[in-house]
């Protein structure tokens, strides 16, 4: 089971989740230091990122984490606030500057290649004080902040990132008000974060292509989240429609507009207008794009990124009363099957990843893939041997295996989420996604292998699953 000669094998983190150093040094607030800071119990135990690993002082600790494991490549994030304090350009933080510099040239000196995520959910506050995701002129701030990264890191850096999962974001944050800024807006707040979110990533692709790719010759895509879903009764035609919208409302609707022509899913525009119209709302709660703004963003990206995490069977459900919400509009009941088991809210579904590669492969015109993120977490306390999560993840790999062998998908990396237990959101640190624990109790935040970690370097080394247990 040998994979294909150059294959990436990644872990990754995101800022928040990991740094700490909250205002250390200049560092400006992000929407989630002012969340976790209002309490409230939104976030398990009031938990914060406050000092989370304490990546922001212990870089070089991680950096002998990845080092253990062998990685080729290392996906990481910016905090925004870190390098601009209150989103703009206006004031530079030069400590921010000096920290990711040192970041990536630790990792270039050791062979490493940096995959660098400009945004993974921590809005400077400041911005969101302006409307945030909400709100259109954040298309401009983040475009301005994109350039910046571009031009500061770009030398060194040629695999972007530039949002992560703005499904999740979109629905989280602003439609559901789960995450920061807190507010619910069901049905609507979604939809207009989205179609913000959309552009703003169109804009930064355009200004990295015009710009600086000639110079820099790098990648630059969006990493999207989608779980795969199968129809509750395969024989059912209404349950077959209602898999096809479960993947219409989470991954195409992101996917389409940016891979083939600008716009969003016909199913997604046609059930939101009509839902809408049910409702008495006087036009589609679905923003449009406009015929200029579908040719900006047709087309940019220059790769595949996709998280995979778990799998759901679905359901048609009718809105009889026109409820409001995202998963409303799709008409949609999601539910596991009996026999899968689970932790939390990963049902452990391996072979659903070949299914969701296979399908972007044949939609999307078999573009160049990077799994970006694939996890398991484990409840706290998680032992360190957690070969039971290891039997799982080496049945994902001999997945990920069948896709490029058989199915021919162009899988080019994958990376795991995480290097690090750190900060789970909402679950804070009872959701331990780490392939290295973090005692979170202990000031000096030690670092240590799960079985997972070693089993995965032999991996990386042996380039497959030969070798491993
Ligand atoms: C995806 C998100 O990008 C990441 O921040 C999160 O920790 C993992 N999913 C696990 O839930």
Same mark, same amino acid.
């Given at each position: 089971m040998a994979f294909p000669a150059g294959f990436g094998w990644g872990a990754a983190t995101a800022a928040y989740q990991v740094e700490g150093g909250w205002n250390a040094d200049g560092k400006g607030p992000s929407v989630w230091d002012t969340f976790t800071h209002q309490g409230g119990e939104r976030v398990f135990k009031n938990q914060t990122g406050d000092v989370a690993c304490g990546s922001y002082t212990l870089w070089e600790e991680d950096l002998k984490c990845i080092k !253990?494991? +062998?990685?080729t490549h290392y996906r990481f994030s910016l905090s925004w606030s870190r390098l601009l304090p209150d989103g703009t350009t206006g004031f530079i933080n030069q400590k921010g500057i000096a920290y990711y510099n040192k970041i990536i040239d630790d990792l270039l000196a050791n062979g490493v290649i940096p995959i660098v995520t400009l945004y993974h959910f921590d809005l400077p506050q400041a911005l969101e004080d302006q409307g945030g995701w909400l709100s259109e002129a954040v298309i401009d701030s983040f475009n301005k902040y994109a350039q910046f990264c571009f031009s500061t890191f770009g030398d060194r850096v040629k695999q972007w990132i530039t949002i992560n999962e703005p499904g999740i974001l979109a629905l989280f944050a602003y439609d559901l008000g789960m995450f920061p800024p807190g507010v619910p807006h069901f049905g609507t707040g979604g939809y207009q974060a989205a179609h913000n979110l959309i552009k703003a990533h169109a804009r930064a692709w355009h200004s990295y292509d015009?710009?600086?790719?000639?110079? !820099?010759? +790098?990648?630059?895509?969006?990493?999207?989240?989608?779980?795969?879903?199968?129809?509750?009764?395969?024989n059912s035609m209404a349950d077959q429609e209602a898999a096809k919208r479960a993947i219409a409302f989470q991954l195409d609707f992101f996917a389409k507009p940016i891979f083939i022509d600008g716009d969003y899913p016909e199913v997604v525009k046609s059930h939101v207008a009509s839902m809408s119209k049910k409702q008495g709302y006087p036009s589609s709660r679905l923003p449009e794009f406009t015929e200029e703004e579908k040719k900006m963003i047709k087309g940019t990206a220059d790769f595949f990124a996709m998280h995979y995490y778990t799998a759901r069977l679905v359901k048609y459900r009718e809105n009889e009363k026109g409820e409001l919400g995202i998963c409303q509009d799709a008409e949609v009941d999601f539910f596991p099957d009996p026999s899968w088991k689970s932790v939390d809210w990963v049902y452990m579904v391996p072979w659903g990843i070949r299914k969701l590669l296979k399908y972007i492969a044949d939609m999307y015109n078999n573009p160049v893939i990077y799994i970006t993120e694939l996890g398991l977490p484990q409840k706290d306390p998680a032992p360190l041997d957690d070969t039971q999560r290891w039997e799982y993840f080496r049945q994902i790999f001999q997945e990920l295996f069948k896709a490029i062998q058989l199915d021919k998908v162009n899988l080019k990396v994958c990376c795991m989420?995480?290097?690090?237990?750190?900060?789970?959101?909402?679950?804070?640190?009872?959701?331990?996604?780490?392939?290295?624990?973090?005692d979170f109790e202990d000031p000096a935040r030690p670092r240590v292998p799960y079985t997972s970690a070693k089993e995965y370097a032999k991996i990386i080394r042996n380039n497959g699953l030969e070798g491993c247990l």
């Open positions: !253990q494991l +062998g990685l015009s710009l600086f790719r000639k110079e !820099q010759k +790098g990648m630059v895509s969006i990493a999207l989240f989608s779980g795969w879903v199968e129809p509750a009764d395969p989420w995480s290097l690090l237990d750190n900060f789970e959101w909402t679950q804070g640190y009872s959701s331990r996604f780490g392939l290295f624990h973090v």
